[in-house]
């Protein structure tokens, strides 16, 4: 597996850290107990096409949002994270 | 069939040609008092505990594949029960106990055997920790030494006790635990379990749920058609979400990708488990000659059976700064199977939201253990609707009423259990 990032290139799997599913929000702050428990600990666990969080540590330390396919490891997009400051920089 | 020294030497002086399949590859019936999904150890171990200690025997084993062809069939075989948390250490004792007597109660050779299980450790707050582990196990009957580096030099004078960066200062060591043979731990539950009537089903894979006018699940709904069932268990390690998604459940729970290493065969030189504590690396030496060894999980959400080379990379690192000898051994085969990461590392054994759906899931990458242990109290929790004393803590609502039971203190991040 070979990420693709928006700022440096392709690259070797190692210079990336995962985060998880890109899907879940966090909750506002009086949105209740079941709703961060929902943000917390429930996850979809897409068998099939999955939208994801990584790190690119190990090169331009920015949050990237990867489109990769969980049963094939098939990556399909890779877009700066929103909010990541890298992404505004590379703008 | 029942084995022994006899029908061994009767089959011998028949030249071996008259053996019998050791269980029975049954066709579906249309309803069961109890159905479990997945036809690995945990699975098996289930059913065969169902008929022989609940004397529930109408109870059928689906499995997609074929039996032992998921994690049952790919991890590196290691029993112990060291660990440290309330809820983890009398389960994991309980297994270990039954481990210790299950080739007598399944007339089956499984290869249980106590080799030792040693932890090393590099630092001294690292002895600390592993020395307050021990105690924790030693006062729940549990035996468990703590070495010193003298000590060790002694048993296993090849390890790099000089590492410049991580001294080998001693060790953790559970004599009690081992290895077993994983495919026959799979067989043997089956043979036993099918000689009690218990029907497995290959190539049946699950596709829904059935439910009656109350929302209860009354069966499944499945390749080889409809099956119904008094109560439903689910023990399907890696595919767990997919199964609960048929419910309409979303778990705590994420897939996640461990590949598991052997080299060529070589000599007898590792005489017990051993695993490096300042990577993440386990060894053990197969009896067929094989280092059967591993190491980090991925990382990532997978449900691909196989990994990546970076993970590779770090476990081969592993060895070659715990035991340099082994640089010049060859890799033979890699692979890799899906594990269910739970938010907090602990296996979850409940009852499901679903009336009539049992869930048995969550067991990270240290399920293998646990089998025999998996096996008897999710019978329990199937025949009697309570959970079994030493399961009473994998509730499912833990999460939400914040009493997780995080063994290694991570958190909800799954990749890091």
């Known amino acids: 597996?070979?990420?693709?990032?928006?700022?440096?290139?392709?690259?070797?799997?190692?210079e990336f850290t995962y985060l998880g599913d890109a899907k879940p929000q966090r909750p506002s702050a009086d949105a209740g107990e079941d709703a961060v428990y929902d943000y917390v600990y429930l996850r979809d666990n897409i068998a099939g096409v999955m939208s994801e969080h990584w790190y690119h540590g190990g090169g331009c330390r920015a949050w990237l949002k990867v489109t990769r396919n969980t049963l094939t490891h098939e990556i399909s997009a890779v877009e700066a994270a929103a909010g990541a400051g890298a992404a505004k920089v590379g703008a | 069939m029942k084995y022994s020294i006899f029908s061994?030497?009767?089959?011998?002086?028949?030249?071996?040609?008259?053996?019998?399949?050791?269980?029975?590859?049954?066709?579906?019936?249309?309803?069961?008092?109890?159905?479990?999904?997945?036809?690995?150890?945990?699975?098996l171990a289930t059913a065969w505990f169902l008929a022989s200690e609940?004397?529930?025997r109408n109870v059928a084993v689906l499995?997609?594949?074929?039996?032992?062809?998921?994690?049952?069939?790919?991890?590196?075989?290691?029993?112990?029960?060291?660990?440290?948390?309330?809820?983890?250490?009398?389960?994991?004792?309980?297994?270990?106990?039954?481990?210790?007597?299950?080739?007598?109660d399944l007339n089956y050779n499984a290869m249980v055997s106590q080799r030792g299980v040693l932890n090393l450790y590099h630092s001294d707050a690292q002895r600390d920790a592993f020395a307050r582990r021990g105690n924790t196990m030693r006062i729940n009957g549990i035996d468990a030494e703590l070495l010193d580096q003298a000590a060790l030099r002694k048993m296993l004078p090849f390890l790099n006790f000089e590492n410049a960066r991580f001294p080998i200062q001693g060790g953790l060591l559970q004599r009690r635990g081992g290895t077993a043979r994983h495919d026959a731990v799979v067989w043997g539950y089956a043979h036993a379990a099918s000689a009690l009537g218990v029907d497995i089903i290959q190539n049946c894979e699950v596709t829904g749920f059935t439910r009656d006018a109350n929302g209860r699940v009354a069966g499944v709904e499945t390749s080889r058609g409809e099956i119904g069932a008094g109560k439903v268990g689910m023990a399907v390690a890696g595919s767990s979400s997919r199964v609960a998604a048929m419910a309409g459940l979303r778990l705590p729970i994420e897939s996640h990708v461990l590949q598991a290493f052997?080299?060529?065969?070589?000599?007898?030189?590792?005489?017990?488990v051993m695993t490096f504590g300042a990577g993440h690396f386990y060894v053990s030496q197969s009896d067929k000659g094989g280092l059967v060894f591993g190491g980090d999980i991925d990382g990532y959400n997978s449900y691909a059976q196989r990994g990546n080379l970076p993970v590779v990379e770090d476990v081969c690192e592993g060895g070659m700064a715990l035991i340099p000898m082994?640089?010049?051994v060859r890799l033979?085969?890699?692979w890799g199977g899906i594990m269910d990461m739970s938010m907090d590392g602990t296996p979850i054994i409940d009852k499901s939201p679903v009336d009539g759906l049992y869930i048995n899931a969550g067991w990270c990458y240290g399920g293998f253990k646990a089998?025999?242990?998996?096996?008897?109290?999710?019978?329990?929790?199937?025949?009697?609707?309570?959970?079994?004393?030493e399961a009473a803590l994998f509730r499912l609502d833990r999460f939400q009423r914040g009493a997780m039971i995080d063994e290694k203190g991570q958190g909800a991040q799954p990749n890091l259990h």
Not at chain 2, 74 to 86: A, D, E, K, Q, V
Not at chain 2, 376 to 388: E, G, N
């Open chain 2, 8 to 43: 061994l030497a009767r089959a011998a002086l028949s030249g071996h040609k008259n053996w019998q399949p050791t269980w029975r590859d049954a066709a579906p019936k249309d309803r069961y008092d109890v159905v479990i999904i997945g036809g690995g150890g945990h699975g």
């Open chain 2, 63 to 104: 499995e997609k594949g074929w039996i032992g062809s998921g994690n049952a069939g790919r991890n590196t075989t290691i029993i112990r029960s060291n660990y440290g948390l309330p809820g983890n250490t009398g389960f994991y004792e309980l297994s270990m106990k039954l481990w210790e007597r299950m080739e007598q």
């Open chain 2, 54 to 56: 609940f004397g529930i």
């Open chain 2, 371 to 389: 089998t025999p242990g998996s096996g008897f109290v999710f019978a329990h929790l199937l025949a009697r609707d309570q959970s079994h004393k």
């Open chain 2, 262 to 272: 052997v080299s060529e065969a070589i000599k007898p030189l590792l005489p017990n």
């Open chain 2, 332 to 334: 033979l085969r890699q």
């Open chain 2, 326 to 328: 082994i640089g010049r």
């Open chain 1, 1 to 14: 597996m070979r990420i693709t990032c928006p700022f440096c290139g392709e690259r070797e799997l190692g």
